[in-house]
C-alpha cells in the first residue's frame, strides 16, 4: 500500500507464513526491518513497527518459539545518568511491562551494562531476576550498541523453559546491528 | 511485582476478566493508566503500556470490541514543520502500520487538524482513508490535545463493520485527557 506521499508499509509486512523455519522468519524480519527504515530514521517509529514484525514472527515460527510471550525494546532512559545509567520501556508487543531498570540488574540490566546478549534458559535461575510477568520462563535480551555506547536492548520472552537457542542468539544480534544503525538516537 | 527501586509494575495489568461489560474494561484500563503514570511522565514508556492495556482490555470485551485488530499512538513527527504537520507511528500492538501521515489526511490526520474524535463505523467510506490494513474496516480517533497542540492522537481500529460507539468514544475521550496530562511531550 503506498499512501499519496509514496510511504510505503503494509501490514502484510506482519504476515508471515506457517510452517517457515525460524531462519527464513527471522531473515523476513531482517529484510522487512530494512525496507521500514529505508528513509525513516526516527527511533520510536521503527521500534514500534519492529517489534511487530517480531511479535508476528515469533507466531509463525515452530516450537517453543510460538510460546514468545513479550517481544519488544528498552532503551537508555533520558533522565537517568551516565553514573546511574537506567533503561526506561520502548515500544513492544505483549504485556504491561516493567517501565525502569538499572544497568546491571537482572537480565535486560545485565546485557546492557555488559553490552553481550544474555541467553538464558530458565530466568529463574539467574541471579537478581527481575520478573515483571510470572509466566515468562526463558529469554534473550540483545545489546544495541552504537558508538560503544547501550543505545537500546532487544528483549524477548517465553512461556517456556529453554525458548531461545544460537539461531536466536545469531539472527536477533544482526537485528540488533540493523536497528542500532537504522535509527538516530537521542 | 516490586523490583528493588520500587518500581511496581506487572504484566498482571494486562490480564482483564472475560465477560467484563465495555464499561468495566475501559474503567480498568483508566485505572491501570493512572497507576502507570505515576512518578512516570515518559510519554514512550507511558504509550507503549497504554497500548498494551488498551489491546488487552479489547481482547476481553463483548461483541465487535473483541474483532479490534490494532491499538495504538501516533505522536507529531518531530521532523515536520508547523507549516506541513505530519504524524509519526508510536507505540502500538498489532500489524506494522503506515509510519506517517500528514495533517488532514485520512482518519488519523482529520482527527489530527480538527482536534475532534472521528468515529468513522465503515473506513472504506470515508474521504482519503489510508489503508494500512486493509483488514480494518472500523476506526475510532481520537486527538489528545494539550494546551490548544494536537500532540497525539489515539488510534483503534477494528475488522469489523461499525466495531465502534458512544461508549468507545466517551472512554477514549477520557484516556486521551489522562494520557495528555500524563506525559512530558516533545
Given at each position: 500500500?503506498?499512501?499519496?506521499?509514496?510511504?510505503?508499509v503494509?501490514?502484510?509486512?506482519?504476515?508471515?507464513?506457517?510452517?517457515?523455519?525460524?531462519?527464513?522468519?527471522?531473515?523476513?524480519?531482517?529484510?522487512?526491518?530494512?525496507?521500514?527504515?529505508?528513509?525513516?530514521?526516527?527511533?520510536?517509529?521503527?521500534?514500534?513497527?519492529?517489534?511487530?514484525?517480531?511479535?508476528?514472527?515469533?507466531?509463525?515460527?515452530?516450537?517453543?518459539?510460538?510460546?514468545?510471550?513479550?517481544?519488544?525494546?528498552?532503551?537508555?532512559?533520558?533522565?537517568?545518568?551516565p553514573?546511574?545509567p537506567?533503561?526506561?520501556?520502548?515500544?513492544?508487543?505483549?504485556?504491561?511491562?516493567?517501565?525502569?531498570?538499572?544497568?546491571?540488574?537482572?537480565?535486560?540490566?545485565?546485557?546492557?551494562?555488559?553490552?553481550?546478549?544474555?541467553?538464558?534458559?530458565?530466568?529463574?535461575?539467574?541471579?537478581?531476576?527481575?520478573?515483571?510477568?510470572?509466566r515468562?520462563?526463558?529469554?534473550?535480551?540483545?545489546?544495541?550498541?552504537?558508538?560503544?555506547?547501550?543505545?537500546?536492548?532487544?528483549?524477548?520472552?517465553?512461556?517456556?523453559?529453554?525458548?531461545?537457542?544460537?539461531?536466536?542468539?545469531?539472527?536477533?544480534?544482526?537485528?540488533?546491528?540493523?536497528?542500532?544503525?537504522?535509527?538516530?538516537?537521542?
Amino acid at each position: 500500500m503506498t499512501d499519496d506521499d509514496g510511504n510505503k508499509v503494509h501490514a502484510d509486512a506482519s504476515t508471515f507464513s506457517s510452517g517457515v523455519t525460524k531462519e527464513e522468519a527471522y531473515e523476513q524480519v531482517l529484510m522487512q526491518a530494512e525496507g521500514l527504515f529505508f528513509e525513516q530514521r526516527n527511533w520510536v517509529c521503527n521500534l514500534a513497527n519492529t517489534a511487530s514484525l517480531l511479535w508476528h514472527a515469533y507466531k509463525s515460527m515452530p516450537g517453543a518459539s510460538a510460546e514468545v510471550n513479550w517481544a519488544g525494546f528498552y532503551t537508555i532512559d533520558p533522565l537517568s545518568t551516565p553514573q546511574k545509567p537506567q533503561l526506561i520501556l520502548a515500544p513492544f508487543q505483549g504485556a504491561v511491562a516493567c517501565q525502569t531498570i538499572l544497568f546491571g540488574r537482572g537480565v535486560c540490566g545485565t546485557a546492557a551494562l555488559k553490552q553481550t546478549t544474555q541467553l538464558v534458559p530458565d530466568v529463574r535461575l539467574f541471579p537478581g531476576h527481575i520478573a515483571c510477568d510470572a509466566r515468562s520462563l526463558s529469554e534473550i535480551v540483545v545489546p544495541i550498541v552504537v558508538d560503544g555506547r547501550t543505545v537500546a536492548i532487544i528483549d524477548v520472552d517465553c512461556a517456556v523453559v529453554g525458548g531461545f537457542d544460537e539461531v536466536d542468539k545469531r539472527w536477533l544480534e544482526r537485528l540488533g546491528g540493523l536497528v542500532g544503525g537504522g535509527c538516530d538516537w537521542p
